[in-house]
């Protein structure tokens, strides 16, 4: 089955279930990956988060049944699972721009959301090449914070700025820069912006960083150039859709991001480094 068709399934099976509870981890099984590469691909393919579009949906669909049936707002809320009514006021009004009770009295316009309609096409292409290998445990020093998908871009910029200008004067090769995220909830990640240095590197006092210990592990990494970091989504999309055939179960460990840069006039020399189980 090939990415257009795993990706249809995933949006039919969201539409005949939004009166039900949708599992992420269903989700991801028709695109092979887990739920947190499938959350990371469907924010770049279509511009809004998975939970997003499902609330969104649901949302829409409520209106639709609200002025044109007699069901009780409460009855309505349950239906396309909000706990409570004031729950679904609120997530109601914030996309509708009015209350559902005066919505139905005053028969105001609401906002439509449809179906997603998926038609994939390709930007930013390039070849990806791949190894697999054992790497041996590795030491970073840098900055991790709690964040949001939508955050990450922002924090990685400001990371990185700060540890250029704390490291830039100490070490005489080009900085290796990694950063990398954790799941923590459905939205909601660790990640950090980190240095990688020697085994035997002690951090000053009161610094403000962190030290993070790699483990050991087999690592599938994939390398490309890019002449801005901004295109690095592009590189996710095409690794997220083309190489699920590999069959890749992650192992536990973060994902991670490398790059350096020769000089300000060369492009990126990027990596994303996966530890994984092989299937």
Same mark, same amino acid.
């Given at each position: ?85 004031? /729950?679904?006021?609120? #997530?109601?009004? =914030? ?5 559902? %009770?005066?919505? &139905?009295?005053?028969?105001?316009? *609401? ?104 483990? /050991?592990?087999?690592? #599938?990494?994939? =390398? ?5 970091? %901004?295109?690095? &989504?592009?590189?996710?999309?095409? *690794? ?40």
């Amino acid at each position: 089955m090939n990415f257009s068709d795993s990706m249809e399934k995933v949006l039919n099976y969201i539409e005949n279930n939004l009166k039900s509870t949708i599992e992420l981890e269903t989700l991801a099984t028709y695109m092979h990956c887990s739920a947190n590469d499938l959350q990371r691909l469907f924010s770049l393919v279509f511009g809004l988060s998975l939970k997003q579009y499902i609330r969104k949906r649901r949302l829409s669909e409520a209106g639709a049944e609200l002025q044109n049936s007699s069901q009780t707002i409460l009855s309505l809320a349950l239906d396309y699972q909000y706990e409570s009514s004031t /729950s679904f006021t609120r #997530a109601f009004k =914030s996309m509708h721009g009015i209350t559902p %009770s005066n919505a &139905r009295k005053e028969k105001n316009k *609401l906002v439509l959301f449809s179906k997603i309609r998926f038609n994939m096409s390709v930007t930013g292409y390039q070849i990806l090449h791949y190894t697999i290998v054992s790497k041996d445990s590795f030491k970073l020093i840098g900055q991790k914070e709690r964040v949001t998908r939508d955050q990450i871009p922002k924090v990685s910029q400001a990371i990185i700025q700060n540890l250029k200008s704390k490291f830039s004067n100490e070490f005489s090769t080009p900085l290796e820069i990694y950063q990398g995220c954790s799941a923590i909830h459905s939205d909601i990640f660790d990640f950090f912006v980190a240095l990688k240095v020697s085994e035997h590197y002690q951090l000053q006092k009161n610094c403000q960083l962190e030290e993070f210990i790699i483990s /050991s592990a087999r690592w #599938a990494i994939f =390398s490309f150039e890019l002449d801005e970091l %901004s295109q690095l &989504r592009y590189v996710w999309e095409q *690794l997220l859709t083309t190489h699920s055939s590999l069959k890749f179960l992650p192992s536990g460990l973060p994902e991670l991001e490398r790059f350096t840069k020769k000089n300000e006039s060369s492009k990126f020399i990027g990596e994303i480094h996966i530890p994984l189980n092989i299937i």
